[in-house]
């Protein structure tokens, strides 16, 4: 397994290209099960590139930038059991210049749950994806479900400017107590680390009162807010289309059920992606490959 730190480092990935597919996972390192588990099937499409990179621009000014947890070493320690050729962990100079320089800004995915909270967040995230794609050029990019409405919002980006990448998003992976795994659940103390478990409750509940055959979002995400008020604070709970993320009267097809809670400090993310067919609610997928 390889480390690439600069530009020269990336001359590797160009040699790999020529005889296979060249697959990007990208990360902000911390690694857990989850990001192994996108690691793992990224080995499914070709040649598996992992980046390593705490993107500065996609972080809000009171946001955890400074403390979001480091540690490269044993982030390679993790992946060299896997099938993985090489890490990218650039300095920040390599993506980010003295001048103010282009950003990408999001389309019209980004409005609303996290968009909404995170005022920035998007345009930082697909910056920096657009940097990565173009330093790393990823025949595929594998990102996590997780961050639904992040996979959305890149998948616009790649379809509006023309980018030649394939996209692949990954079921999420949990605790076992349902939990989604996250960096940021290292932040939680015990009693907290109890607490966070009301988000996967919470959609459970969605999903529950769809397959009870309600199809009214506003109920909906009534039965999941409830759920919800062992939170310390309920940044969102609501039901959404996919992929354009927009809010119907009525619930059909593909849908995300999502949710956002502080539990003191720490603000958790989780979701479901289902889709509603003639033999009922079904897991469903965000891009339609995996
Ligand atoms: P992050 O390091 O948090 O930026 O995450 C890097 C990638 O891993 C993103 O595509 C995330 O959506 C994905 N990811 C994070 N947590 C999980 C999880 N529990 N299961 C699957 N993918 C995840």
Redesign the pocket.
């Known amino acids: 397994m390889r480390l690439l730190r600069n530009r020269s480092d990336l001359d590797f990935l160009q040699s790999v290209k020529r005889d296979h597919e060249l697959v990007l996972?990208?990360?902000?390192?911390?690694?857990?099960?989850?990001?192994l588990?996108?690691v793992e099937q990224a080995s499914r499409w070709g040649t598996v590139v992992v980046s390593i990179f705490v993107n500065p621009t996609q972080f809000g000014p009171n946001e955890d930038f400074a403390s979001y947890p480091r540690n490269l070493d044993l982030d390679l320690e993790m992946l060299r059991s896997l099938d993985v050729a090489a890490v990218f962990a650039p300095e920040t100079s390599l993506l980010y210049g003295q001048e103010v320089g282009v950003t990408v800004q999001p389309g019209s995915r980004s409005a609303g749950l996290c968009g909404d909270d995170r005022p920035g967040h998007f345009a930082g995230v697909l910056t920096v994806v657009a940097k990565l794609f173009g330093l790393v050029q990823p025949d595929v990019a594998?990102?996590?479900?997780?961050?639904a409405q992040?996979?959305l919002v890149i998948d616009q980006m790649v379809e509006d400017l023309r980018m030649p990448v394939k996209l692949v998003d990954?079921?999420?992976?949990?605790e076992t107590d349902g939990l989604?795994?996250?960096?940021r659940n290292r932040y939680l103390n015990e009693e907290q680390r109890i607490r966070s478990r009301c988000l996967v409750t919470a959609l459970r509940a969605g999903r529950s009162l769809l397959e009870q055959g309600e199809r009214n979002p506003v109920v909906i995400q009534a039965g999941m807010e409830k759920e919800l008020a062992s939170a310390d604070e309920v940044v969102y709970a609501q039901v959404r289309g996919v992929p354009g993320l927009d809010v119907n009267p009525e619930v059909t097809g593909r849908l995300l059920l999502a949710v956002s809670a502080r539990i003191g400090t720490t603000r958790l993310i989780d979701n479901f992606v289902l889709e509603i067919t003639d033999n009922g609610v079904q897991d469903g997928s965000l891009l339609g490959l995996e």
């Open positions: 996972v990208p990360t902000m390192g911390a690694l857990h099960e989850g990001h588990s996108l594998v990102f996590g479900r997780k961050d992040q996979c990954c079921p999420t992976f949990r989604a795994m996250s960096s």
